[in-house]
Structures are given as C-alpha cells and as structure tokens.
C-alpha cells in the first residue's frame, strides 16, 4: 500500500484495494491524533449518507470505512461510539429508513454501538450567512467529532466533501435553509462546527452529474485532515476538478480560510485522477431550484411531489432522484458457484471482511449484513438476490453495470 503525507496539514493513503487494507489505513491515519484521554468518552461518527443509494455508486459513505473506523477505536478501547447523519429530508415523504437500507443499522448493531438520525436529534440554533437553523447538539457537543464524508461531485455545489457534507448536522426541513445561500452557508456551518478530524472516503467517488445521478469510479483512496477548507481545497486539485468553478471554496477564499502559501502549495499539486465535472444545470432547474419559488414549491407539493410528477422532473433533468417507497424484503442470499470464477472481489468489498467463498457459507445468518455489497460487485451476477426486491430493481437497473464495471478496474494515478 502507497502511503503519501503530501503536506504537514493532510495525510493521503492511496491503494486501498481490499477491506483489510482500508482497516490499516484507518489504523495509520489514527495513529498520534488525540482521540480523548477518557475510553468512555462519546465519540461521533457522521458519515455522508445523503439519500438510500449504495455506497458503491458514489453518494454514501463506504460501509467499509465506517466498519473500519469502528472496530480501530473499539481496539483502542472507546465504548461509546455513535453514528449519526441526518439524511435528505425528501426520503422521509416516502417513509423510507435510510440507516437500514444502506446497511448501517445493521453494521451498528453488529459491532453493539448508537445510530442516531440528526434529523431527530435534540438542537440547538446556530447563524448562518441567511438566517439560524437548528443543528444536532450532538455535533456540537461529542468528546470527539469524526467527520467521514464522501467525495462526489455536485451539481449545485460543484463539489461535495468535508465542508458540505456538515449540512447532514441540520435538523430536518431546516436544510432547505441552507439553500438560501448555498455557498455562504456550507461555509458558515463550518465555521460554527468543528470536527476534530475528517478521514474522506475516495474508495469509490462520483464524477459527473452527482450527487444523486453520477458514475461510480472507483479511486481506492482516503484523506485524512484536521481542517475540512485545506481538505476540499487539496481534494479539488488532487482529483482534477477545478477549485475556481466551487463556489464555496470562492466564499471560504474570501473570508480568509486559506492562506496564499496554501493556495501555492495546493497549486503545485498533480492530480492523482481527473474526475469529470458536474454538467451545468439547464436554465428550467436553476429557475425552479430559486429560493425566491420556496414558498410556491411547499404549496404546490401534492402535485410535484405525487409519482408521475417526479418521474417526468427526473426525466427533465430537473431532478436527480425519485425515491422509491417499496423496501426490499430479501428471503434468501445464495452464491452460484456455477457462474464464480472465484476473482474475490467479494471478498475485497465486504464490510465484515467475511469468508464469502468459503464452503457450506451461510448469508443467512450473522454477522452477514446483506449490504448486497458482494452482489453488487461480482463481475459474472453470481451471488443470487431471491424475494422482492422493491426499491433495488430501479437502483440496480440504474447502476447495477455501472458498479461493476467501477468495482473491477483498478485506477490508473493521472487518467
């Protein structure tokens, strides 16, 4: 495994190709921070889990980031451990349970820790550059913030990564307040929130008309910094997207957030992958995207908001995602050894680092998450799905060969 600190302000480990790999680089990139001198101190985990989209295409953060991150502090003996998001609030219209269908109720659960939705949390007010919103105390308050965002590109934003993904730390309907401004607020959120630590999930980012429609591609990749503007500045360059064409990191420039030598240092940065950029919103999205329209969306979402509605915005490309209301009610897993050619990608992606493989092996029992990871991957379908699988037949119609074709091909540094 490469490893690069390319700065004394952010640490880069590159070529994290299986499980056990990013357990050892999670390992590293904790090595000499200062967690808290008190095991039973609350530790916060926020990974980006933005809608119910598997990590695998790019939008959530990996399952084997945060497995990694948990068992790594449990082995240094923390024993309050939560995990926290707040999710889009569009999911919650559908009654959907993101926590549950990207498998981290389950990867909580597993390793016996808390799974908070921030939406739901206790808040607290703080000011943005529009107005207050209210914000999870408990963002505010962990012993030990650890922030572990996804990057991904944006339509709206340009980019998201360490600064945007803190507006998972909004409650509820509060986030489209941040929307007023979108720019000004991401960077005034975090300057009234400090984690203490991001690790970035580059394992497998999006490029392209992200967050909710984009191209997996895989990067084996993780960030590690203390200071999130340093951290999506040196990002930026590192995966070939222009820092110039992010609004927020304009903003964060003009309030002072980066120093010149900074700016030069980052300059001087090769890019390691050229992500291709979100395309330009059409001139009808930004128009019924507009803060001034708010009020008129909120009186008129028993239309927009009713199926056909959605379908025919998401094929305007005026929305990226249509959720899908059906849960997956999965009665078996089961691996085709006709169809396996025994390649290991599943063994690579698995959360749990499980034995897939292995003779006689049982999905059907624990610690088996069905996260589908393994049957997301595997280039020959031969990890069968039996039930109804619900929402999974639209997303693996959407992304099923996309992820595959991501998950096997091992990034090449300058392409």
Known sequence: ???????????????????????????????????????????????????????????????RLLAAVIEVLQQRGYTHIVVGDGPNVGVYRKKIDVFERLGVRALCVHYGVECVDLNHAPTTEVRLATGPVRVARLCLEAGFFLNLPKLKTHAEAGMSLALKSLIGCVSGTDKRLVHADLPANIVALNEAIHPHLIIADALIAMEGNGPGDG???????????????????????????????????????????????????????????????????????????????????????????????????????????????????????????GRCTRCGLCLDYCPLGLDI???????????????????????????????????????FARYGDRVRRAAGRRPQVGE
Request: charge should be negative.
């Open 215 to 337: 191209i997996p591609r895989r990067a084996d990749m993780l960030l590690a910094a203390t200071d999130p503007f340093v951290l999506d500045l040196a990002a930026a360059r590192l995966f070939g997207l222009n820092p110039n064409a992010i609004p927020y990191l304009r903003v964060a420039a003009r309030r002072g957030h980066f120093t010149e030598a900074g700016f030069d240092a980052v300059a001087r940065l090769e890019p390691l992958l050229w992500l291709d950029p979100a395309p330009p919103r059409s001139a009808l999205a930004r128009l019924l995207d507009h803060s001034a329209l708010a009020p008129l969306r909120d009186a008129t979402r028993a239309v927009h908001g009713q199926e056909w509605a959605r379908r025919l915005l998401h094929r305007l490309h005026i929305l990226q995602d249509v959720y899908e209301a059906q849960d997956a009610r999965i009665e078996r897993l089961w691996l085709d050894t």
């Open 357 to 395: 493989l292995a003779p006689g092996f049982n999905f059907q029992c624990p610690p088996c998450l069905r996260c589908l990871y393994c049957a997301q991957v595997c280039p020959e379908e031969a990890i069968q799905v039996e039930g109804d699988r619900g929402y999974l037949v639209r997303h």
């Open 1 to 63: 495994m490469q490893r690069a600190a390319f700065s004394d302000q952010i640490r880069l480990v590159t070529d994290c190709q299986s499980r056990d790999e990013v357990v050892s680089a999670v390992s590293q990139l904790l090595d000499g921070v200062a967690l808290s001198p008190r095991p039973d101190a609350l530790i916060l985990l926020k990974p980006n889990l933005n809608n119910d989209l598997s990590a695998l295409t790019g939008n959530a953060t990996d399952l």
